[in-house]
């Protein structure tokens, strides 16, 4: 439970720095950041996972 909790967050500031504020609450962190509408599409030997504009735009998520 000490190794999740740590886990959690870790991941808290380093995905969600500039997101969501650190402080939040599990649950609100987990709607903004893990808990989002998806489409995962095969071409050409790629995986692409497609989401929606407003989505992409407000987890600010940089294209690398």
Excluded at 31 to 38: M, Q, S, Y
Aim: proline share 3%; hydrophobic share 50%; net charge positive.
């Amino acid at each position: 439970m000490v190794v999740a909790f740590f886990l959690f967050g870790a991941y808290k500031k380093d995905v969600g720095d500039g997101v969501i504020k650190v402080q939040s609450y599990a649950n609100t962190f987990r709607r903004v950041l893990i808990d989002f509408a998806a489409k995962i599409v095969h071409k050409g030997r790629e995986i692409i996972m497609k989401v929606k504009e407003t989505v992409w735009e407000s987890i600010n998520i940089p294209i690398p």
